[in-house]
Antibody, heavy 121, light 109 residues
Framework: EVQLVESGGGLVQPGESLRLSCAAS????????MNWVRQAPGKGLEWVSY????????YYAESVKGRFTISRDNARNSLFLQMNSLRAEDTALYYC??????????????WGQGILVIVSS | EIVLTQSPATLSVSPGERVTLSCRAS??????LAWYQQKLGQAPRLLFY???TRATGVPARFSGSGSGTQFSLTISSLQSEDFAIYHC???????????FGQGTKVEIK
């Protein structure tokens, strides 16, 4: 069974940093591209970042470029999101999601349950 | 940035009814569109990709259609477990600038 479990969220002040982790199991993590997607309270979904199966290519949404860094450790079946210079508008539920590339599309076929990040003074 | 507009924002329906949700793209995205179902407090679940290809385990009462700028998701006979928010996502851009619609909430009438 495919499982994605996020951790590392919490309450931080504006300007601070946080590192999210996503532990993957039930599939060959090293062969899948991965994404981070977020959902602000009461809002729609927003794609945040993409990383290829071998740690490249890497892409970011304009809203987080220069502040967030995506990475992965295939030996530990883990995906990460380092978030620096956090802003109030980064407050959201953050999901890690697996790329459905095997289907020939860039949809996301499995999602974690999400981890809450709150940026507030 | 490609903007996806979903309509209506909320749909109040009774179990057994047929419902059609719309997703309109601000420019042509071919068939590079996915649909997701999100129940309260849960993660999104992939329903369709490539506009009309059903994901694993999705019941046949769900169907997806469209291409270019106009897409729709139809539920032929709404079941109690189908009350949820439905999101569309375009993945036409590369490098990715993927975007989602704002969602359509299907609620009990």
């Amino acid at each position: 069974e495919v499982q994605l479990v996020e951790s590392g969220g919490g309450l931080v002040q504006p300007g601070e940093s946080l590192r999210l982790s996503c532990a993957a199991s039930g599939f060959t993590f090293s062969t899948y591209n991965m994404n981070w997607v977020r959902q602000a309270p009461g809002k729609g979904l927003e794609w945040v970042s993409y990383i290829g199966s071998g740690s490249s290519p890497i892409y970011y949404a304009e809203s987080v470029k220069g502040r967030f860094t995506i990475s992965r450790d295939n030996a530990r079946n883990s995906l990460f999101l380092q978030m620096n210079s956090l802003r109030a508008e980064d407050t959201a539920l953050y999901y890690c999601a697996r790329d459905n590339y095997a289907s020939g599309s860039y949809s996301m076929d499995y999602w974690g349950q999400g981890i809450l990040v709150i940026v507030s003074s | 940035e490609i903007v996806l507009t979903q309509s209506p924002a909320t749909l109040s329906v009774s179990p057994g009814e047929r419902v059609t949700l719309s997703c309109r793209a601000s420019q042509s995205i071919s068939r590079n569109l996915a649909w997701y179902q999100q129940k309260l407090g849960q993660a999104p679940r992939l329903l369709f990709y490539a506009a009309s290809t059903r994901a694993t385990g999705v019941p046949a009462r769900f169907s997806g259609s469209g291409s270019g700028t106009q897409f729709s998701l139809t539920i032929s006979s709404l079941q109690s477990e189908d009350f949820a928010i439905y999101h569309c996502q375009q993945y036409n851009d590369w490098p990715p600038k993927w975007t989602f619609g704002q969602g359509t909430k299907v609620e009990i009438k």
